[in-house]
Structure formats: structure tokens, C-alpha cells
Nanobody, 122 residues
Framework: QVQLVESGGGLVQPGGSLRLSCAAS????????MAWYRQAPGKQRELVAI???????NYLDSVKGRFTITRDNAKNTVYLQMNSLKPDDTAVYYC????????????????WGQGTQVTVSS
């Protein structure tokens, strides 16, 4: 059983910063990619940032230059540093891990965190 536990959301004023964390635990052999998604009310879930195990990253255009994704492979943890936050960044943020649970099993599965609310408002 794999669990993803997120932390770090909250209320922040426009222009402020927040740092989200997501730790994966349980039966894990490898995690090729870890990512952050978000979903605003009435909108579809969208990919915000993704990072491969080797460090290659990709970002949603609207957050480039403001958000930074990093990961600690030893801790199976991914972070999202969010700077210069805007009201449009308000959403529930979800952590995602695409992982292999056992070395002998070549199956890969997506796991999701429970979501953390980020609200940007004055």
C-alpha cells in the first residue's frame, strides 16, 4: 500500500509565497516521475509541474518563472515552491507519483495525494 501525504497549503496574499510538500511512503521500488496538479472550482484538473527522477522538469506556462518543483529521491518527497502568487493560482493542489512498487513487477501505477487548498486573496 502506498500513501502520499501533502502539506503546506493555506491562505496567502497576492505576491506571497508558499511551499508545498508531498511524501510518498509504503511499498515503493522506484518513482520515475512526481508531479503537482491543481483543480480550481468549475475547472478541470491541470498539470502544474512535473519532475523525472533524473531532474528533468516541465511546467504549466502560466507558472513558469514563479514555481519551482524539486524532489528528494532519498526521502521519496516532492516539493513545490510557489512565489509571486496570484489569485488565479487559487485551487486544490494534488501531488501525483508514478511509481513501481516491486522490483520484480514491471507494473507502474499513479498514486494521488489527498489535496491541499491554496487560496490567494487579499
Amino acid at each position: 500500500q502506498v500513501q502520499l501525504v501533502e502539506s503546506g497549503g493555506g491562505l496567502v496574499q497576492p505576491g506571497g509565497s508558499l511551499r508545498l510538500s508531498c511524501a510518498a511512503s509504503g511499498s515503493i521500488f522506484s518513482i520515475p516521475t512526481m508531479a503537482w496538479y491543481r483543480q480550481a472550482p468549475g475547472k478541470q484538473r491541470e498539470l502544474v509541474a512535473i519532475m523525472g527522477r533524473a531532474g528533468i522538469t516541465n511546467y504549466l506556462d502560466s507558472v513558469k518563472g514563479r514555481f519551482t518543483i524539486t524532489r528528494d529521491n532519498a526521502k521519496n518527497t516532492v516539493y513545490l515552491q510557489m512565489n509571486s502568487l496570484k489569485p488565479d493560482d487559487t485551487a486544490v493542489y494534488y501531488c501525483n507519483a508514478y511509481l513501481q512498487e516491486r522490483a520484480w513487477n514491471q507494473e507502474f501505477t499513479h498514486y494521488w495525494g489527498q489535496g491541499t487548498q491554496v487560496t490567494v486573496s487579499s
